[in-house]
């Protein structure tokens, strides 16, 4: 289309073009939008207070109706066009219909109703299924039409987001191959055991550390927490020079490379990105873009694979990990929905003798966290790998994870963890611990002598131990420890330990002692 045919100047038509652009930009505004939480086949949390909201016009009124009620809503866009309101969803059940009309008419479709929960976390829950054990006819088989998935876009931001990107989909072998291996397993466990429709919303980024889920004014008003956001503070600070400094690294990485193809070598690992503004290391970044954004969206529960980004500070960790559940809690306003997560697992060489662990430590972190109500830890202390932080075992991580969620939420009666350290009490030479979750009873793995058992006096040096069974205790003790003070069981980055109860679930690492240990300045 020619401008000048009709009789426009070059200037009129630059005005003309200004004109449509403004008038589309408000025609736009106008139009009522939903965020990307609420679409095409979602699932929407079954006998519970489903939140629905989106953005119009200022005062504009928006109406909804859905084809499992006879009946209309009616809500006002307030004077930032944000407008939201709440429905009784009904039993599990669907596909559904969901209308909702403004000045635009949008049509929501393929809904269904039965349990969502929240999948999040560092690189292990990121991982997907596609590089998991037995990948291909796990993928294969992965026909579950009633499981949907909805992966959150990875962005950073400065402030909380009111939307992000992503989009509901249905669990079959061509979604679920990049999906995150613990959710899904967590999930189609769910799925068999319930017969309801299963929503996993799927929010994670790897080596990310707990500071970066958490909202800046939770971490703002801790002293404890100080450290972090002065650490930030100064990356900041240092950010052009930093960013200078990389880019020449970067350069010389990739002459490095082309070297090492040419010489058939394997090639250097690319120097990491300094910390820095939009880093995903910056506290309450991905909190603002990754979680925010999906607020209030009625969910079940979350579950969670994180901790060893923060390894090196894990005596912080027993603070801020409780903070981060708190903050989510708080923030959704849904009580004190349950938070199930995953204790680390063994990694790392064999250590021959009894030693201080950060490892060990940050597990211990995540036990205590078992005092917040409402939680629940998977142990999978069994199941790591030594050169490899990404074990590809994810299917029973899912599966235990999944008990601790039917047992406490579901109420099915099944033993749904592996023994917890509850106490001790000397006796002479001896130490008897006692344990919570003993199921069927305590036994010793593969058979034989209980493995994993250190004791020491009050001189802190510990020794390996002989530990037997019985009934539902242990009895530790060594001929090295006439006045023993202390146990510590699978205390070490990978140890080798084989302490369960009869349902075949493992024991978590534990010490008795609250002797500081190696993480404990470190902030």
């Known amino acids: ?35 990307a939480i609420i679409g095409d086949n979602m699932v929407l949390q079954r006998d519970r207070k489903a939140p629905v909201w989106g953005w119009a016009e200022p005062g504009e009124e928006v109406m909804v109706s859905v084809n499992w ?18 429905m009784k969803s009904p039993k599990a059940g669907g596909p559904y219909e969901m209308t909702i009309s403004g000045k635009n008419t949008i049509i929501i479709k393929n809904i269904l109703v039965g349990e969502v929960w929240v999948c999040s976390g560092q690189s292990n829950m990121a991982m997907s299924v596609r590089s998991s054990a037995n990948a291909e006819w796990k993928i294969a088989a992965a026909n579950y039409p009633k499981i949907r998935l909805f992966t959150v876009g990875r962005k950073v931001a400065d402030q909380p987001q009111s939307d992000c990107a992503g989009g509901w989909t249905s669990c079959s072998p061509e979604t679920i191959r990049s ?75 990739k002459e490095a490379v082309k070297k090492a ?14 910390l820095g503004p939009g880093h995903h290391h910056s506290p309450a970044g991905l909190y603002n873009a990754m979680i925010a954004p999906l607020i209030p969206y009625a969910i079940q529960g979350a579950i969670w694979y994180q901790g060893e980004a923060n390894v090196t500070r894990a ?3 027993r603070k801020l990990f409780a903070a981060m559940i708190k903050n989510w809690r708080n923030d959704w306003g849904q009580g004190n929905f349950p938070f199930l997560f995953v204790q680390l697992p063994n990694f790392k060489a064999v250590n021959p003798e009894p030693a201080d662990s950060a490892l060990a430590e940050l597990r211990e972190a995540q036990l205590m966290t078992l005092a917040l109500p409402n939680t629940g830890m998977a142990v999978i202390i069994d199941i790591g790998e030594a050169d490899d932080i990404h074990p590809k075992n994810k299917q029973d991580v899912g599966k235990r994870l999944a008990l601790w969620a039917l047992a406490r939420s579901y109420r099915k009666k099944l033993v749904y963890s592996g023994p917890i350290y509850k106490s001790m009490k000397v006796e002479r030479d001896k130490i ?18 209980l493995k994993g058992f250190a004791i020491a006096a009050a001189d802190r040096k510990f020794v390996w131990a002989d530990a037997r069974i019985d009934g539902d205790g242990i009895v530790v003790s060594s001929d090295e420890v006439s006045e023993p003070a202390a146990v510590r069981y699978a205390w070490a980055d990978n140890p080798v330990c084989n302490l369960y109860n009869r349902e075949g679930l493992p024991a978590s690492p534990f010490r008795t002692d609250g002797w500081p240990g190696v993480t404990v300045d470190e902030k």
């Open 432 to 449: 008897i611990l006692q344990f919570d979750h003993v199921g069927g009873g305590l036994v010793a793995r593969g058979g034989g002598a």
């Open 261 to 274: 193809k040419t010489e058939g070598e394997k090639p250097p690992r690319q120097p990491r990105a300094p």
């Open 1 to 35: 289309m020619s401008y000048r045919r009709i009789g426009f100047s070059e200037p009129a038509v630059l005005v003309f073009c200004l004109l449509l652009l403004l008038v589309s930009a408000c025609a736009s505004f106008a139009d009522v939008r939903l965020p």
């Open 69 to 86: 009620r006879s009946m209309k809503w009616a809500v006002t866009a307030d004077k930032n066009g944000k407008w939201k309101f709440e």
């Open 315 to 317: 005596y912080q960790y």
């Open 179 to 253: 999906f995150s291996a613990v959710a899904y397993y967590f999930g189609r466990e769910l799925h068999k055991e319930l017969d309801v429709p299963v929503g996993l919303i799927h929010t994670s980024w790897g080596g990310t550390p707990a500071e970066a889920w958490t909202r800046r004014e939770i971490l703002e008003k801790d002293a404890d927490f100080a450290p972090i956001l002065m650490r930030y503070a100064d990356a900041v600070a240092r950010y052009p020079q930093a960013k200078t400094e990389h880019e020449q690294k970067v350069a010389q990485w």
